[in-house]
């Protein structure tokens, strides 16, 4: 499109009026159709950008909303573990708890019956106060003249007394003993009852503290998974409805750059013959886009390709389309030659390309050859002015759709966009 221009402007004094006003009728209609063009492209630059920051942001929201859903997950996890310890410290507790009750139980039965064997003792133990020795009783009977037989009777009644004397003493010691064990057995139930109570305790409140924590989390997922949704779902909205106002300024444009291409051809033609009947068919058109007469182009910059020329997926936009230059890769502010003699037509701000120099470069093989320079960091030179080939007219930046610091080199013939690689 811009190529036309440096067409238009080399032959501005060869027109006829005719043409003149045509030229001048489209030129206005040219300048209107890019208004606008330059209005929704703006606005699809907003969009665009408006889109990859919620992109972005969308990256970030999904971060956070995995790293929310793990944590969510792991707090449930220790949920779930907490509540099966506190089903399995209850169990645990519950059988303490009634190991606890049978051994105080125990313990109340053994000491009825050490009570009742101490009565028992000190029952017999005053009987035989009262009745003195039962053998030397029977002793003395005998020698008062109680018969043998009897004597007999009674040392075995006393034998018999005191082996049940004997066992109750035995069993009130076994009954001591093992009052004493019941005794130790309910103080240790005891301790392992408060410690397990206490271990329910901090669990519940642990528990309690997932719980509430889950809680929180899940509400926080589904935060994220609402603003996620809704910076997406606006963002892409915006920027498919600009994307169709551009397309419909695009086909408008590209209407009126074919009329101007067939008039640049015209144009050519005719300056062609005044050339040839003038100068004996100059393949330079010389002096007013001060150009050279070597047919090839110079190369900008000195730095590997990148990205060729042809059909490919934008890399910021992501549509498949003409990458309409070749992408050499070098850091930002290194210095841009011209590629060959020329007058800067233009050089300004453009969303795409970003800022960028229109070097038109006269006739070479035949063909009105244009050349820019894109997405650079700051311009050297000022439109209007005449530059020799290998001359600093720019620097390399990252401006526009840009990725990442390179040159964008296009070539231009007879108002048509060309591989540069043809070119160099």
Same mark, same amino acid.
């Given at each position: 499109m811009l190529a036309i221009l440096a067409t238009c402007a080399l032959?501005?004094? @060869?027109?006829?009026?005719?043409?003149?006003? &045509?030229?001048?009728?489209? !030129?206005?209609?040219?300048? #209107?159709?890019? %208004?606008?063009i330059d209005g929704a492209q703006k606005s699809l630059d907003s969009s665009s950008a408006a889109y990859a920051k919620a992109a972005k942001a969308l990256d970030a929201a999904q971060a956070k909303l995995s790293s929310a859903r793990a944590t969510l997950g792991k707090t449930r996890g220790q949920l779930a573990v907490s509540q099966a310890e506190d089903a399995r410290m209850q169990a645990e507790l519950d059988r303490s708890q009634a190991a606890l009750d049978k051994a105080v139980a125990d313990l109340k039965?053994?000491?009825?019956? @050490?009570?009742?064997?101490?009565?028992?003792? &000190?029952?017999?133990?005053? !009987?035989?106060?009262?009745? #003195?020795?039962? %053998?030397?009783?029977?002793?003395?009977?005998?020698?008062g003249g109680e018969s043998p037989s009897t004597f007999t009777d009674r040392m075995s009644l006393n034998a018999s007394v005191g082996d049940a004397q004997v066992s109750r003493m035995q069993k009130l010691a076994a009954a001591k003993v093992i009052l004493r064990l019941n005794r130790d057995k309910v103080e240790k139930l005891r301790d392992q009852v408060a410690v397990a109570r206490q271990a329910a305790a901090a669990n519940l409140q642990k528990m309690t503290e997932l719980e509430a924590a889950a809680e929180a989390q899940t509400a926080e997922v589904g935060k994220l998974v609402d603003a996620r949704a809704d910076a997406s779902g606006k963002a892409r909205?915006?920027?498919?409805?600009?994307?169709?106002?551009?397309?419909?300024?695009?086909?408008?444009?590209?209407?009126?750059?074919?009329?101007?291409a067939e008039l640049a051809r015209r144009e050519l033609e005719r300056q062609r013959a005044r050339e040839r009947a003038g100068r004996g068919g100059s393949g330079n058109n010389g002096g007013l886009s001060g150009g050279d007469d070597n047919g090839a182009l110079s190369y900008p910059v000195n730095g590997p390709i990148t990205s060729p020329y042809g059909m490919r997926v934008h890399p910021v936009t992501g549509v498949y389309k003409l990458h309409d230059g070749t992408d050499f890769g070098v850091?930002?502010?290194?210095?841009?030659?011209?590629?060959?003699?020329?007058?800067?037509?233009?050089?300004?701000?453009?969303?795409?390309?970003?800022?960028?120099?229109?070097?038109?470069?006269?006739?070479?093989?035949?063909?009105?050859?244009?050349?820019?320079?894109?997405?650079?960091?700051?311009?050297?030179?000022?439109?209007?002015?005449?530059?020799?080939r290998g001359e600093v007219i720019g620097y390399v930046g990252s401006t526009g759709y840009s990725t990442g610091c390179h040159l964008h080199f296009m070539v231009i013939a007879n108002g048509v966009t060309v591989n540069p690689m043809g070119w160099l």
């Open positions: 032959v501005v004094g @060869l027109m006829n009026p005719v043409l003149a006003d &045509k030229k001048d009728d489209l !030129q206005r209609q040219r300048q #209107g159709v890019n %208004g606008k039965k053994g000491e009825r019956r @050490l009570k009742a064997s101490e009565d028992e003792v &000190k029952a017999f133990t005053v !009987q035989t106060v009262q009745e #003195g020795d039962r %053998g030397m009783k029977a002793f003395g009977e005998l020698l909205a915006a920027k498919v409805e600009d994307e169709r106002l551009l397309a419909a300024y695009e086909a408008e444009r590209n209407r009126l750059n074919n009329e101007l850091g930002c502010g290194t210095p841009i030659h011209a590629a060959a003699s020329g007058t800067i037509i233009q050089q300004y701000y453009n969303a795409g390309y970003g800022n960028r120099v229109i070097l038109a470069n006269g006739i070479k093989r035949g063909q009105s050859i244009v050349t820019t320079y894109n997405h650079l960091s700051g311009f050297a030179r000022s439109a209007g002015a005449r530059v020799s």
